[in-house]
């Protein structure tokens, strides 16, 4: 697999290098969602942990670019762009549709015979788990409804007009791929996972994120903070003290 320096930094944001880390911890946003969501958990783990948050089309400086319609096509394409990092062991943290988006990433590490060194899934159920969900075909009104109620936009970006018609295409695009992605057929992975997920969140029961444990055969565990859908903004310390206590070992 053959990467370009121009596509890994197209895709791969690195916000604080830390080129002595001895493990690097790639970061999945949210539907919606872009980079800089992780910055703080960059600042935070720096110059431990090398921090690395994908840049979806789409959004912000790549706003411009066409959007991509499946999960499994967009692990394709950052799986592609982070050819050159596999020097270090990588472990990988999703929110929600990221969290998707890290188990699908880390099947395709696995089959190339470098296992993640941890998938953290947070505020998302097991892939293998189904509801009937049809987010991406509302109106306008009801797609910022759906955003207000899970209280991960900032409600002065939702009132202005200009930014909505930016955004909206984007958040839309990624809801359809979420809503519409099914498990594929294959095994468990071998690396250990991390469920996190609030008490609260509409878009995953507790229950339901006990099934990430079909998802391994090996270690896994369960964090459950008060909280809706977005609690590691509330619980930012507690997650990064999970973060850094998995880890530990391979950071030195």
Request: overall charge negative; some cysteine.
């Given at each position: 697999?053959?990467?370009?320096t121009?596509?890994?930094d197209?895709?791969?944001?690195?916000?604080?290098?830390?080129?002595?880390?001895?493990?690097?911890?790639?970061?999945?946003?949210?539907?919606g969602?872009?980079?800089s969501?992780?910055?703080?958990?960059?600042?935070?783990?720096?110059?431990?942990?090398?921090?690395?948050?994908?840049?979806?089309?789409?959004?912000?400086?790549?706003?411009?670019?066409?959007?991509?319609?499946?999960?499994?096509?967009l692990a394709?394409?950052?799986?592609?762009?982070?050819?050159p990092?596999?020097?270090?062991p990588?472990?990988?943290?999703g929110?929600?549709?990221?969290?998707?988006?890290?188990?699908?990433?880390?099947?395709?590490?696995?089959?190339?015979?470098?296992?993640?060194?941890?998938?953290?899934?947070?505020?998302?159920?097991?892939?293998?788990?189904?509801?009937?969900?049809?987010?991406?075909?509302?109106?306008?009104?009801?797609?910022?409804?759906?955003?207000?109620?899970?209280?991960?936009?900032n409600?002065?970006?939702?009132?202005?007009?200009?930014?909505?018609?930016?955004?909206?295409?984007?958040?839309?695009?990624?809801?359809?791929?979420?809503?519409?992605?099914?498990?594929?057929?294959?095994?468990p992975?071998?690396?250990?996972?991390?469920?996190?997920?609030?008490?609260?969140?509409?878009?995953?029961?507790?229950e339901?994120?006990k099934?990430?444990?079909?998802?391994?055969?090996?270690?896994?565990?369960?964090?459950?903070?008060?909280?809706?859908?977005?609690?590691?903004?509330?619980?930012?310390r507690?997650?990064?003290?999970?973060?850094?206590?998995?880890?530990?070992?391979?950071?030195?």
């Amino acid at each position: 697999m053959t990467t370009t320096t121009a596509e890994h930094d197209l895709w791969i944001r690195r916000f604080h290098p830390a080129p002595d880390a001895k493990v690097r911890l790639l970061c999945l946003p949210h539907a919606g969602g872009s980079a800089s969501f992780y910055f703080p958990v960059s600042a935070a783990l720096s110059p431990g942990i090398e921090v690395l948050a994908a840049q979806y089309p789409g959004r912000q400086d790549r706003r411009s670019e066409p959007s991509i319609g499946t999960v499994a096509e967009l692990a394709d394409r950052v799986y592609r762009a982070l050819g050159p990092l596999d020097d270090k062991p990588l472990a990988l943290f999703g929110h929600s549709m990221g969290a998707i988006l890290g188990f699908e990433l880390a099947r395709r590490m696995e089959a190339d015979g470098r296992p993640a060194a941890v998938l953290f899934a947070s505020g998302r159920r097991g892939p293998g788990t189904r509801r009937a969900e049809s987010v991406h075909q509302r109106d306008d009104d009801g797609l910022v409804n759906e955003l207000k109620s899970l209280s991960g936009t900032n409600t002065a970006l939702l009132g202005d007009e200009e930014i909505l018609r930016m955004i909206l295409p984007a958040i839309r695009n990624d809801y359809r791929a979420i809503e519409t992605y099914e498990r594929p057929a294959g095994g468990p992975l071998s690396s250990p996972v991390v469920a996190l997920i609030g008490d609260d969140d509409p878009k995953s029961t507790v229950e339901e994120a006990k099934a990430w444990a079909d998802e391994t055969t090996g270690e896994f565990s369960l964090r459950v903070f008060p909280g809706g859908h977005f609690y590691l903004a509330t619980h930012q310390r507690a997650v990064l003290g999970e973060i850094t206590d998995r880890l530990g070992a391979l950071a030195g």
